[in-house]
T-cell receptor, first 110, second 113 residues
Framework: KQEVTQIPAALSVPEGENLVLNCSFTDSAIYNLQWFRQDPGKGLTSLLLIQSSQREQTSGRLNASLDKSSGRSTLYIAASQPGDSATYLCSNFGNEKLTFGTGTRLTIIP | EAQVTQNPRYLITVTGKKLTVTCSQNMNHEYMSWYRQDPGLGLRQIYYSMNVEVTDKGDVPEGYKVSRKEKRNFPLILESPSPNQTSLYFC????????????FGDGTRLSIL
């Protein structure tokens, strides 16, 4: 059974810094890898989707990479802003099911 | 506006009283699924549907039922709710099962007393 781990569980950084969030999988059979953000009391918003044949995706200040051989993905956020404060979750789609990590709660300090 | 709509957003009810949480999407998506989110456990998939009349169990299906009679709707049914089903529930959809982003509803907070 696929398990997804996100470390750290919480992270606080000063505004303007670059940061990296980590996600690792127990099963290297990754069909697509998706990063979401969740704001308090809200649903999940898709940030980036890396298909199984891809290694990375970029959107604005966000860059997500996928290393299938090691079962790891990272989300890089450049020049962080207070509006980036949220919980970030990664998920793997495999065997018709979506498996989520428990998330990293990110706080950007103004 | 493309969206996934869940109703109700909040519900407090009592043990054993049947309830249904509706989920509707207006994007003609084939894949729909339900999740529950609990502190420390993250999001766990309850049921999913690859297309109309096709449903299958996720990781935590016990105590839940679903149906997919129409492409746009995927209701979650709790026949006899119990307190351990108190949770935050999310419905999601995507155009196909693989290689397309998931779109989530805003969530339904259920409290079973």
């Amino acid at each position: 059974k696929q398990e997804v781990t996100q470390i750290p569980a919480a992270l606080s950084v000063p505004e303007g810094e670059n940061l990296v969030l980590n996600c690792s999988f127990t099963d290297s059979a990754i069909y697509n890898l998706q990063w979401f953000r969740q704001d308090p009391g809200k649903g999940l918003t898709s940030l980036l989707l890396i298909q199984s044949s891809q290694r990375e995706q970029t959107s604005g200040r966000l860059n997500a990479s996928l290393d299938k051989s090691s079962g790891r993905s990272t989300l890089y956020i450049a020049a962080s802003q207070p509006g980036d404060s949220a919980t970030y979750l990664c998920s793997n789609f495999g065997n018709e099911k979506l498996t989520f990590g428990t998330g990293t709660r990110l706080t950007i300090i103004p | 506006e493309a969206q996934v709509t869940q109703n109700p957003r909040y519900l407090i009810t009592v043990t054993g009283k049947k309830l249904t949480v509706t989920c509707s999407q207006n994007m003609n998506h084939e894949y729909m699924s339900w999740y529950r989110q609990d502190p420390g456990l993250g999001l766990r998939q309850i049921y999913y549907s690859m297309n109309v009349e096709v449903t299958d169990k996720g990781d935590v299906p016990e105590g839940y039922k679903v149906s997919r009679k129409e492409k746009r709707n995927f209701p979650l049914i709790l026949e006899s709710p119990s307190p351990n089903q108190t949770s935050l529930y999310f419905c999601a959809s995507s155009s196909t099962a693989i290689n397309q982003p998931q779109h989530f509803g805003d969530g339904t907070r259920l409290s079973i007393l």
